[in-house]
């Protein structure tokens, strides 16, 4: 008679099984907080925990009670969205004895860069600085308002905010090349560049004044035929404009 046997894996399975559901258990008994699961999957000491800490910071309507004039002022700059206890720290202390405890006033150069040093990853046309060329030894406060940070004078280049493009483009055949000639930049760009904002190509006939027969012999840039080259695509799906090495 034939008896059918279960293969040998599903034992060892079967106890390795047994042996974390027993671990879980055991785990729960004696680690898991009792308070868990009795407002939902958290430990629900962890309010009472919180709300028990000391009150450190004061909120933006303490601060516009006192200093109605500077909020005035804030609510209609680029800072608007900044709270104020971001930049002079916790004032629940000041706003409850406003002569005796003083906020913080950042006054180096140290504080500013946290936000608008140089790096990559920040949104393009948001004002970057290199704080080591930057003026450097002058405190930023020297210059901005920082209740108003309006800029003491207009950038007169672009790298003034798009540094990294920057330096792509200085290093590749492209560097000679002004921005303009392939961005629409509206002049209030230059003063809210993210109100305003430049106008990127939509068109591969940007490309052709230089890379044409006509133009590019002139400039000894690589000549393309228009008509064929790319088919639907666009010259800068395959080459990027500020450093545009041919991809073969």
Known sequence: MFRHKFPRQLVPLAVIFILVL???????????????GEYGPYRANATEEIAA????????????????????????SHHQGVACEACHGPAAAHAESPDEVKPQIPRGRGFCPLCHGYNPSRPSGFPQILPDRHNPGRPCIACHNPHNPTLPRTPEECDACHREIANDKMVSPHTMLACTQCHAVPKEHLTSPRAARALKPTDPSTCA??????????????????????????????????????NL
């Open 22 to 36: 027993a671990a879980l258990l055991i785990a729960r008994a004696f680690l898991v907080p009792v308070s868990f």
């Open 53 to 76: 800490q000391p009150v450190v910071y004061a909120g933006a309507k303490s601060c516009a009670d006192c200093h109605d004039d500077i909020v005035a002022l804030k609510t209609g």
């Open 209 to 246: 004044p230089c890379h044409s027969e006509s133009g590019g012999k002139k400039l000894e840039a690589p000549i393309i035929d228009f008509q064929t080259h790319g088919g639907r695509y666009l010259c800068w799906d395959c080459h990027y404009p500020h450093h545009p090495e041919a």
